[in-house]
């Protein structure tokens, strides 16, 4: 089983820049992809980014985040980040991470086997 526990997510002023965590735990964690979603309010869960686990040069973005986040992770720690700059005031969702152990559509929700509880990300104008 693995637990995924994602941390970061506050209140910030458009412009700012935030860094999420996802720390992995389990008594085996070798995933294929993993990836941060995100839903605002009144709003469906949409993907944001992913990353190819061993191939951190195989990485996925959103158009609406395109240039501004940026995907990675550290593997020694089992830790996966967004690191998120010039922060809009629509980007306001709790973000999730979500890992799978297979090949999966990096933007299809359905593809992934875990997920974290969820970090609130409020950006205020």
């Known amino acids: 089983q693995v637990q995924l526990v994602e941390s970061g997510g506050r209140l910030v002023q458009a412009g700012d820049s935030l860094r999420l965590s996802c720390a992995a735990s389990g008594r085996t964690f070798s995933p294929y992809i993993m990836g941060w979603f995100r839903q605002g309010p009144g709003k469906e869960r949409e993907p944001v980014a992913a990353i190819n686990w061993a191939d951190v040069s195989r990485t996925s973005y959103s158009h609406s985040i395109l240039g501004r986040f940026t995907i990675s992770r550290d593997n020694a720690k089992n830790t996966l980040y967004l690191q998120m700059n010039s922060l809009k005031p629509e980007d306001t969702a709790v973000y999730y991470c979500?890992?799978?152990?297979?090949?999966?559509?990096?933007?299809?929700?359905?593809?992934?086997?875990?997920w974290g509880q969820g970090t609130q990300v409020t950006v205020s104008s």
């Open positions: 979500a890992a799978s152990s297979r090949a999966t559509i990096w933007s299809s929700a359905t593809g992934y086997d875990y």
